[in-house]
């Protein structure tokens, strides 16, 4: 097997009191590890619960930081975090602690993460149930993102991007655009989408909200009204680079204007 590492991230031995299961106290355990990338490798992330911030660096690995929270000892030491790392490609697995028995059980068990990638990379998978996503400074091939209910956050990303939250909210960020072409698809079931959009750009807009409206700062038109649909279509400035498609089935749509 080519690979160059196969590691569970465990406990990490002095962490813990005596009074530390008192009720209702959160129990953590902070995990750090460190695996090489090739600039144009690849990175994938299947977590629980919890919070992602994934930042893109100029760095040759993949920097993980892991925090893991719970109200009981056994809950924490059921969070079971697997990297699967190769020079071309990082894996990493989170199984969450097992559904309690009793409804009133305690169920908790999360997972905090703040990962450092090669900017270059490809994030061919972000999957998360519950909770806040945020991609940051990526310029690899592309990236692939779902979340389940929670908020989900791309800034500053300059690649194409595969975007999709069940429930809560979608926000695509730019400080600034660049000629290099890129198309974003973001698509909300239900909750809203805003995009931040410097007042300088050029770009392709393509927003529909099938049960909600879409406005825009850039368009001088209202948006065109089909039932309970609502939609814009248009071209914003000369020779666009970037296609910016954004759809919510249930909400509202906003692409905002962003005066430096």
């Known amino acids: 097997m080519n690979k160059i590492a196969l590691a569970v991230l465990s406990v990490v031995g002095g962490l813990f009191f005596a009074n ?7 129990l953590e355990d902070v995990v750090e590890r460190r695996f090489p990338l090739d600039p144009s490798g690849t990175f994938s992330l299947r977590t629980g619960d919890g919070a992602v911030e994934i930042y893109g660096t100029d760095s040759g690995e993949v920097k993980i930081v892991a925090t893991k929270k719970a109200f009981s000892l056994e809950r924490l030491n059921a969070i079971v975090i697997r990297v699967d790392a190769r020079p071309d490609a990082v894996n990493i697995e989170t199984t969450p602690p097992p559904p ?4 009133f059980s305690d169920r908790s068990g999360t997972v905090e993460y703040t990962i450092n990638i090669p900017q270059t990379a490809r994030i061919a998978r972000v999957e998360m149930p519950n909770g806040e996503l945020v991609i940051d400074g990526m310029r690899g091939a592309s990236i692939a993102a779902s979340l389940g209910r929670g908020q989900l956050a791309i800034h500053n990303c300059f690649c194409d991007q595969t975007i999709h939250v069940n429930q809560g909210g ?8 660049e000629e290099r072409p890129i198309a974003i698809e973001a698509v909300i079931e239900d909750g809203n989408i805003l995009a931040h959009i410097p007042t300088d750009a050029t770009f392709q807009l393509r927003a529909l909200a099938k049960q909600g409206h879409v406005s825009s700062d850039f368009s001088p038109m209202e948006s065109h009204k089909r039932g309970d649909a609502s939609e814009i279509n248009e071209v914003i400035g000369d020779a666009p680079a970037t296609t910016l498609s954004l759809r919510a089935n249930e909400g509202n749509i906003h692409i905002s204007e962003v005066i430096w």
């Open 170 to 177: 979608l926000n695509v960020f730019f400080d600034w655009l």
């Open 100 to 103: 309690p028995r009793h409804h």
């Open 20 to 26: 530390a299961s008192t009720a209702g106290e959160v």
